[in-house]
């Protein structure tokens, strides 16, 4: 029971946290004169991406490979299944064919190189850094080709909107508030994962990839839903995969970084290519009619489901 209050404890903590990270440094930046595409592309992103990087992060430190990776993996599965997938049966979503080229083709990369990193059992501090600056590549390439103002600047944009504005001094509040609530919160998370795994007996693999991995994620479908319900199905699109991203090549490369990682074989056996088989799937839905439909966000939902029940199977 105290490892389950630790469980909800953290995941309340990260989505409260997590909140009040996006909004305080997006009001700073907003304050400082800084462009809506800009903030949009790298403050939101980082900032959506905040409690899978603390999470992961305290993981590493605490010795814990299978929750560190399975919830970055894990997100990823949810991020398009689940998420994505509520998102599209909500509502038909548009597609941005020229921002799907550069970021869906940024995605199915960043997966493939995962893969092979993951194939030779280890992520070293070298594959760390070669990750994390294919991501700062992957930023300044997308800032300077949107400087034209295209509409998947306008993307961008729209996911830097503020619910409402905040003076400076409330913005700094929140974001140091976030950021230490986001630790915190990661650590109590993680401590409770780990727990749960060993009292149960589940390898922290399984609770990286289906519980931890979920509540990471709760920023990602929060912004999702609120987007569907504005019509900005493209925001959603482009939160998943920017998310996606994020998840690949800046936790996992600052996580590897920080802490050298052995990949869990279970992960390299079956969830990463789970993840790709997503990946593939979120590619074609969007390529097909330039839209992902309400019946194709069926198919992913089923897929979730489907990938659940063969979990539970190896409980």
Do not use: C
Not at 60 to 72: E, F, Q
């Amino acid at each position: 029971m105290h490892d389950v209050i630790l469980i909800v404890l953290g995941l309340f903590g990260l989505i409260l946290a997590g909140d009040l990270l996006v909004r305080g440094s997006v009001a700073i930046a907003w304050a400082a004169g800084l462009s809506p595409m800009v903030i949009g592309l790298t403050l939101v992103g980082f900032g959506t991406s905040a409690p899978e990087l603390m999470t992961s992060l305290q993981a590493a430190a605490a010795g814990s490979p299978g929750i560190a990776i399975g919830n970055v993996i894990g997100s990823n599965i949810g991020n398009i299944l689940l998420i994505l997938g509520l998102a599209a049966a909500m509502g038909v979503i548009l597609v941005d064919r020229a921002a799907l080229r550069r970021d869906g083709t940024t995605l199915a990369v960043a997966s493939l190189a995962v893969l092979a990193v993951f194939l030779t059992g280890e992520m070293t501090r070298g594959t760390g850094v070669v990750l994390f600056l294919a991501l700062a590549a992957y930023l300044a390439y997308t800032l300077i080709t949107e400087r034209r103002r295209t509409a998947a600047a306008a993307v961008y944009t729209r996911e830097a909107e503020l619910p409402a504005p905040l003076s400076t001094p409330k913005a700094l509040v929140f974001t140091v508030a976030g950021l230490v609530g986001t630790i915190l919160s990661a650590k109590v998370l993680v401590s409770g994962g780990i727990g749960i795994a060993q009292a149960a007996g589940l390898s922290e693999s399984l609770i990286g990839l289906t519980l931890i991995a979920v509540g990471t994620s709760m920023p990602e479908l929060a912004t999702s839903v609120v987007a569907m319900r504005r019509g900005q199905g493209d925001v959603a699109l482009g939160n998943i995969i920017g998310s996606n991203i994020f998840n690949l090549l800046g936790i996992l490369g600052i996580t590897a970084m920080v802490q050298p990682l052995t990949v869990p074989s279970e992960i390299v056996r079956f969830d990463i290519w789970i993840m790709l088989a997503a990946t593939a799937a979120l590619v074609v839905f969007a390529v097909t009619g330039a839209r992902i439909t309400r019946i194709e966000g069926l198919v992913l939902l089923v897929g979730y489901a489907g990938y659940l029940a063969v979990l539970s199977r190896s409980v």
